[in-house]
């Protein structure tokens, strides 16, 4: 069995869990998210607990069922505390400013970069060289940051771009100018 799918999901106090029309939608504090059920998996909310079963042991059926259980759990998560990815922009003159709901990046390009987050994402300055995005959902707040880390990824021979806060960026040695 699933090492992942039998683990019992928590729920918060002011968050709840529901299944409507073949999904499972999760409302709390800071919003409602919701994804479709799978053939064979089930779900159920008991006690403040959401348990997710499988029906048979074929291949599809267990691939689907530590899957589900995590999406359930990260919906869990992201409507009571929510995601939260810091980038970090590295070089001389790059920077980041907010005009409106708009991100403006100097990245070292003829002109600036400018980028609006989707629906449910915020962007929040911590200087010109900090970045965080939030929201409530895991993988649109992956998305965003993968897409403002892509306008410059940093480079391996003096580590210039976007990184996230705490990568590690492994640097090459440059020439050596021998004869």
Not at 34 to 54: C, F, K, L, N, Y
Not at 118 to 144: C, H, M, R, W, Y
Request: hydrophobic residues 35%.
């Amino acid at each position: 069995m699933s090492r992942i799918g039998r683990k019992h999901i928590p729920v918060p106090s002011g968050t709840n869990v529901a299944l409507e029309d073949g999904a499972v939608v999760v409302k709390g504090p800071k919003g409602r998210l919701q994804t479709p059920m799978v053939p064979g998996i089930d779900v159920s909310v008991e006690a403040a607990v959401v348990v997710v079963t499988r029906q048979n042991d074929q291949k599809q059926t267990k691939a689907f069922h530590g899957m589900i259980r995590a999406l359930v759990a990260n919906m869990v998560t992201g409507v009571s505390t929510g995601f939260k990815k810091d980038l970090e922009i590295v070089g001389v003159g790059y920077r980041a400013q907010m005009q409106g709901k708009k991100l403006i990046l100097n990245l070292g390009y003829s002109n600036p970069v400018e980028y609006e987050a989707p629906e449910g994402i915020e962007l929040a300055l911590d200087g010109p060289t900090k970045l965080s995005v939030k929201g409530i959902d895991k993988q649109v707040v992956g998305q965003v940051s993968a897409v403002i880390r892509g306008f410059r990824p940093p480079e391996p021979y003096q580590g210039k771009g976007i990184r996230y806060a705490g990568e590690h960026i492994i640097r090459k040695a440059g020439k050596t100018g021998a004869k």
